[in-house]
């Protein structure tokens, strides 16, 4: 058996004096009755030409509003300005309105009703609405001015991929073997709400996230199209085994931040009741990692939370929910790609093409949602 990588030794070494608590929560609302960031100047690749593309937000300047704190401060250096749970929202309008809707017809609107559907499903307090989970336990690091400092620069979107993708912002379109005209779909590069140093949206079941999804014009990545996003190669060069590289290293992604005690009672994630008050959301806002970065441009596929997509079963056609990716605890399950399963703990290997199968259920009837549960859509283009 080949040894552990230095990243992965040095990581597991500094949990073994952690206890942990739930790998990974089994909350589900159906059944429920009721590390510190790299620096900002870490690398990241360009998500395509630089003429005429979207870059980054810049981080306010002096005076603003969010401006930093501390005059003189690393950027890249948590806690220096800004304060990192200013954008944890609680309030269903602050939650809203950090995405938009596509335009309904009236046709459309005799069999939706989006208003309606976005007060019943947001706003925080509960696990029963998409939220960025229990601002009381929470614990971010990052916050929204050093996420933009670090993607200061940035290209994230150039016009060509925002005009193939519909003129949908912040997606890129994927392809295989190099060849940008064979793109059949376009995918958002950060976990939703889509937006760059914004904190990523838990508690969302795999029927919501498809709702929301198709209100904006968009629907659910497959199983398949997630991992092409992940590993393959705008180039149409050889794969990879994970978004940044061929070998693990859990200080690239939000992967190696461990779960802890909140008022000395560790998460319990029996219920989606007992999640919520015990289980801490330590997210960070998305892209606060840069070089955690697929080299088609998308963002946090290791790390921050788990992703929810759909897979069609082969034997019998249907479409069933599959979960995919990691979390910010990932260092407490972590193996390498090619390691063998250790006896008498959980670990899984989180590379790009990695399969697991949790919380499998049909797509007409998926609710299982959790803490550390999120998503991303994607778009079809002809």
């Given at each position: 058996m080949r040894p552990p990588s230095r990243p992965l030794r040095l990581a597991l070494a500094a949990l073994a004096a952690?206890?942990?608590?739930?790998?990974?929560?089994?909350?589900?609302?159906?059944?429920?009755?009721?590390?510190?960031?790299?620096?900002?100047?870490?690398?990241?690749?360009?998500a395509g030409p630089a003429a005429s593309a979207t870059a980054a937000p810049a981080p306010p300047a002096s005076g603003d509003a969010g401006a930093p704190t501390a005059a003189g401060g690393d950027a890249g250096a948590p806690g220096t300005f800004g304060d990192p749970m200013a954008t944890h929202y609680e309030a269903r309008e602050d939650l809203v309105r950090l995405f938009s809707l596509k335009e309904f017809s009236e046709r459309e609107r005799k069999f939706k009703n989006p208003e309606l559907f976005l007060e019943k499903n947001f706003g925080g307090g509960s696990p029963a609405r998409l939220n960025q989970g229990n601002k009381e336990l929470a614990r971010h690091t990052r916050s929204k001015e050093q996420c933009l400092?670090?993607?200061?620069?940035?290209?994230?979107?150039?016009?060509?991929?925002?005009?193939?993708?519909?003129?949908?912002?912040?997606?890129?379109?994927?392809?295989?073997?190099?060849?940008?005209?064979?793109?059949?779909?376009?995918?958002?590069?950060?976990?939703?709400?889509?937006?760059?140093?914004?904190?990523?949206?838990?508690?969302?079941s795999p029927t919501q996230a498809a709702t929301v999804c198709s209100l904006q014009g968009k629907r659910l990545c497959t199983e398949d199209e997630w991992s092409l996003a992940c590993r393959g190669d705008p180039g149409g060069g050889k794969p990879r085994t994970y978004a940044y590289g061929d070998e693990l290293d859990l200080a690239v992604c939000h992967t190696q931040t461990p779960h802890r005690d909140v008022e000395g009672k560790p998460c319990d994630g029996d219920t989606a009741r007992s999640a919520y008050q015990t289980c801490a959301t330590d997210t960070e806002p998305a892209g606060s990692y840069p070089a955690c970065r697929s080299r088609f441009g998308v963002f946090d596929q290791h790390g921050n939370v788990a992703e929810i997509m759909t897979r069609r079963d082969r034997d019998d056609g249907k479409l069933y929910s599959q979960l995919k990716g990691s979390a910010w605890f990932y260092v407490e399950v972590a193996r390498e790609h090619d390691a063998p399963r250790p006896k008498g703990r959980e670990t899984y290997p989180d590379h790009c093409a990695y399969s697991p199968r949790w919380h499998v259920e049909p797509m007409e009837d998926a609710w299982h949602a959790n803490y550390h549960l999120g998503f991303r859509c994607c778009k079809t283009i002809r």
């Open positions: 952690a206890a942990p608590a739930c790998s990974r929560g089994d909350a589900d609302r159906g059944r429920d009755a009721g590390g510190a960031p790299p620096p900002a100047s870490a690398s990241a690749p360009s400092e670090g993607l200061r620069g940035v290209v994230l979107q150039t016009e060509e991929q925002r005009a193939r993708c519909g003129g949908q912002e912040n997606m890129v379109p994927v392809y295989k073997r190099g060849k940008p005209a064979s793109a059949e779909f376009c995918i958002d590069i950060f976990e939703f709400p889509n937006k760059p140093c914004e904190l990523p949206m838990v508690w969302a």
